[in-house]
């Protein structure tokens, strides 16, 4: 069964426009959630990460999400987006085994000039 | 600082042929991990090693195996590679099993034919 969903494969916007990334999962507890993104031809790098306390965390390049439990997403967010950003990003969830997080298949950002 | 550093970046094998997979890590991190990336897919953890001396399977470790030589250096062999064994293969540490973020090296591409 699927444990983490992001429904868009990918996603074009246009550079200075704001930005919205959507992860939904399903879990038995309350889970710890993770961001990360990837360059082309290069690892992944942790964007921000939720474990307990503010729904709201803030990353690194300007990025946010936001964890509610009632919807169960983590989306991730960014008020203006820069041609930087265009990457793939992955949301995470965990954990399972006690040492296993589950990846989603991850948003393709393509940003216009 | 190298980070996570993995050889090769590239291989061609063809079916039933042997190959180990190098990662080193130079962080002093204790967990290591194997994910392997497929389109769609994002990435399933293979095999893990919480610390040195102990490895795991994760969700996918059909076909595999692996050895935690020691703190640093995590391997991945593949004893007779199959075409479904055609992924991109990602080493990646952390200071602890469970809850800190995941460091990557910026994977290998192993197509077998």
């Known amino acids: 069964a699927q444990s983490v969903t992001q429904p868009d494969i990918h996603i074009t916007v246009s550079e200075g426009a704001s930005l919205e990334l959507r992860c939904n999962y399903s879990?038995?507890?309350?889970?710890?959630l993770f961001w990360y993104v990837q360059s082309p031809g290069q690892g992944l790098q942790l964007l921000l990460k939720y474990f307990s306390g503010d729904t709201l965390v803030q990353g690194i390049k300007g990025f946010e999400a936001e964890f509610k439990r009632s919807q169960s997403s983590f989306n991730l967010r960014k008020p203006s987006v820069h041609w930087s950003d265009a990457a793939e990003y992955f949301c995470a969830v965990g954990p399972y085994n006690n040492n296993d997080m589950r990846f989603g298949a991850g948003t393709r950002l393509t940003v216009k000039p | 600082n190298a980070g996570v550093t993995q050889t090769p970046k590239f291989q061609v094998l063809k079916t039933g042929q042997s190959m180990t997979l190098q990662c080193a890590q130079d962080m002093n991190h204790n967990s290591m991990y194997w994910y392997r990336q497929d389109p769609g897919m994002g990435l399933r953890l293979i095999y893990y090693s919480a610390s040195e001396g102990t490895t795991d399977k994760g969700e996918v470790p059909n076909g595999y195996n692996v050895s935690r030589l020691n703190k640093r250096e995590f391997s991945l062999r593949l004893e007779s590679a199959a075409p479904s064994q055609t992924s991109v293969y990602f080493c990646?540490?952390?200071?602890?099993?469970?809850?800190?973020?995941?460091?990557f090296g910026n994977g290998t591409r192993l197509t077998v034919t």
């Open positions: 990646a540490s952390s200071d602890r099993p469970w809850g800190s973020p995941l460091h």
């Open positions: 879990y038995g507890a309350t889970p710890y």
